[in-house]
């Protein structure tokens, strides 16, 4: 089928590639010169594994192109999706301009095209409920041709996102027209192994079942990261509770990781707009109340943690922060709880130095010249009073303590992933403090008490 992509950032990019990688003519616009002008060299402007080699592969078959036009992507589109960004804006509203601003060069667009066919608009991107069937009815005032508008929620992690969209849990298709249906159930039906993965509902269950999703994994997030207090307090172990509880079938294991807190673009911002939607009909909704609250003290606790732990006073220590993404296998640093952690320790004047495998160059926009940037994570933590890690990188794992241990001033590491293995930490005396997990409290030897 021929399709168009409207908007090649993360979620655009990846669909325009994965659509034309199963066999659809596929062009995406983009409207930034500059990434447009990488995307038609055949480079993502984005780290995602898998993607560039992918991308390649269908710029070279002719399966997929680009360009900055919306009419021209149009011509011959069976099916056009919208993939344009929604961010959250500070009040805690989604901004509709880029998707109305795209929703109505669409409409131009239409309105010039004379095809013959059925053309169905696909809402990509993170929308307010009621947005779909709001943009149908002001995009029917403007076009005589024959449309549809279909709400189609995303699912994609990054890191994994490629694999996310080619092997789908399920595809969501909200709207009103079965004719739209059968159009997307044909489009997605190399991706299909069960029916039941393909299921249509109206707009507003759609759109509602993406902010359900989310919401639903970031609340069984910072549930565990309050199950993580209790077990520091009573000795028990959130590793154990998250096999104990993840292996009964009715709950699952996926999801129940404690850490330092949850962040990315989507979570943080899907609970707020989740109470939004609350609030615009007048619920106080509790529930995601407490899932924010919880994910904000998190990255507090965890620097209270290195303030009472460390010996020594925070103000002065150096601090070695591993990990700045707001997850392994990515450059995001969106919400990602290295931002608060990181200005929490400078706050309480401790000297931070920073690693990261990806996300350095983002970082380092946000905090310049306050932190030391280093680019080995064994330099930089020779000499600091501890380390903190942020992001669970796989590296961090394999790393040469003994080596580590060594060289740091005293050897104390605040896991804020609990993704280090403890009997490593033990072998090489390492004191160390995981989340609701417990502590290894090894003799500390302080090098230098010179400062
Ligand atoms: C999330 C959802 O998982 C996707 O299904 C969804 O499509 C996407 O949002 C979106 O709305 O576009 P993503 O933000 O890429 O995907 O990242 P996740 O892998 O979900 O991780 C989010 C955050 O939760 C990270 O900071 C991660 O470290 C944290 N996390 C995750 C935990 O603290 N514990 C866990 O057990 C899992």
Redesign the pocket.
């Known amino acids: 089928m021929d399709v168009a992509v409207i908007g090649c950032g993360y979620v655009g990019l990846v669909t325009a590639t994965c659509l034309a990688s199963i066999g659809h003519r596929v062009r995406g616009v983009e409207k930034d010169q500059k990434k447009l002008a990488r995307l038609l060299e055949g480079y993502s402007p984005i780290f995602e594994p898998g993607l560039v080699g992918l991308l390649q592969e269908q710029l070279a078959n002719g399966s997929l192109s680009f360009g900055a036009s919306i009419n021209e992507a149009m011509r011959d589109a069976e099916v056009v999706y919208l993939a344009v960004g929604t961010p959250s804006k500070p009040d805690g509203t989604v901004d509709m301009t880029y998707l109305e601003a795209a929703g109505k060069e669409v409409c131009d667009a239409l309105a010039t095209i004379q095809s013959d066919y059925l053309v169905t608009i696909v809402v990509k991107s993170?929308v307010p409920v009621g947005t779909n069937r709001k943009l149908y009815y002001s995009l029917r005032q403007n076009s005589k041709l024959e449309f549809q508008v279909v709400s189609n929620p995303?699912?994609?992690?990054?890191?994994s996102a490629v694999n996310d969209f080619l092997e789908p849990d399920r595809i969501i298709v909200g709207g009103e027209s079965p004719e739209a249906f059968r159009i997307m159930r044909r489009l997605y039906d190399p991706l299909i192994k069960t029916e039941d993965t393909f299921l249509t509902m109206n707009w507003e269950s759609a759109e509602l079942t993406k902010y359900a999703?989310?919401t639903m994994?970031a609340s069984r997030?910072s549930f565990m990261n309050e199950m993580s207090i209790l077990c520091d307090a009573y000795g028990a172990d959130v590793e154990d509770l998250r096999k104990g509880i993840g292996s009964d079938k009715r709950i699952g294991p996926a999801?129940?990781?404690a850490?330092v807190g949850?962040?990315?673009?989507?979570?943080p911002k899907?609970v707020a707009a989740m109470e939004h939607i609350s609030r615009a009909i007048g619920h106080e909704n509790l529930f995601v109340e407490a899932i924010q609250t919880i994910n904000k003290s998190q990255k507090r606790r965890f620097v209270e943690k290195i303030g009472t732990k460390l010996g020594r006073p925070l103000a002065g220590s150096t601090i070695t922060v591993w990990g700045l993404a707001?997850?392994a296998d990515t450059d995001d640093i969106r919400e990602s709880a290295a931002i608060d952690v990181i200005r929490y320790l400078l706050e309480g004047g401790a000297n931070v130095r920073a690693h990261d495998y990806k996300a350095m160059d983002n970082m380092r926009e946000v905090f310049t010249d306050q932190v030391e940037w280093m680019q080995d994570p064994v330099a930089a933590a020779a000499g600091a009073d501890a380390i903190a890690i942020l992001t669970d990188w796989p590296q961090y794992n394999t790393m040469p303590f003994r080596k580590i241990s060594a060289t740091m001033n005293q050897p104390v590491i605040f896991d804020g992933r609990n993704c280090l293995i403890r009997d490593v930490m033990r072998e090489n005396g390492i004191r160390y403090y995981p989340i609701g997990r417990p502590v290894i409290e090894s003799n500390v030897r302080v090098r230098s008490s010179s400062r």
């Open positions: 993170t995303e699912f994609l992690k990054e890191g999703a989310n994994l997030i999801f129940l990781r850490g949850f962040g990315g673009s989507c979570f899907d707001f997850k």
